[in-house]
């Protein structure tokens, strides 16, 4: 275990040595209780937590006990700190549909309309073939003014494959959703 005591004077403990799980007490709290910085080898970011306890050696078991949990969770991904649906969306609007593109209005109603109202509060990294399935389904139950055509549904997936290559291209998530359509007889995307 490392220790070094921090530019604000509270100790800083990690663990076992090599930065993944850290200890430390934070100055502006009250309470004399552990947090826990965890970090996944190979991956980006890191997770905070609070262990709830100023007990060394039970924040000790907290933390490793999270780490190993964070650990089993994060198999395929990227990164720790994973975004929302909504937010890639938004982050891929900004970046990638010129104003000057005369189809990016129709891809973006469509977007905004099906796409963002389903996926909007899903964490992207956990987007599957399943849930692409699950919202074929609910596109078909909801419309504005006549059922989706199955070109209308190939075309809002084409769209939404590009909210998915571009989260890829930025490292959101690791590998791209499969959502091939086949059209005979309003069959589902293929799995």
Known sequence: ?????????????????????????????????YHARLRISGLKG???????????????????NHHS?????????SSLSTKKFSEVFHLFLKTSISESNQ???????????????FFGKHNISKITVKEVNDFVIWRRLNYVRAIPSDATIKR??????????YAYKK????????????SKGRDLPTL
């Open 46 to 64: 890191c997770k905070r937590v609070s262990t709830g306890s100023s007990d060394f050696r039970e924040a000790e078991g907290i933390a490793r």
């Open 103 to 117: 189809g990016a209005h129709r891809s973006i109603y469509a977007l905004k309309r099906y796409a963002l109202d």
């Open 156 to 165: 809002e997936l084409s769209y939404l494959r590009k909210v998915f290559r």
């Open 1 to 33: 275990m490392k220790t070094r005591v921090s530019n604000f004077g509270n100790r800083i403990y990690d663990l076992d040595g090599n930065g993944l799980i850290v200890l430390f007490t934070r100055r502006d709290s009250n309470r004399k209780n």
């Open 69 to 77: 949990i964070l650990r089993d969770s994060s198999i395929g991904e």
């Open 171 to 182: 490292g959101f998530i690791k590998m791209l959703p499969d959502s091939r359509f086949e």
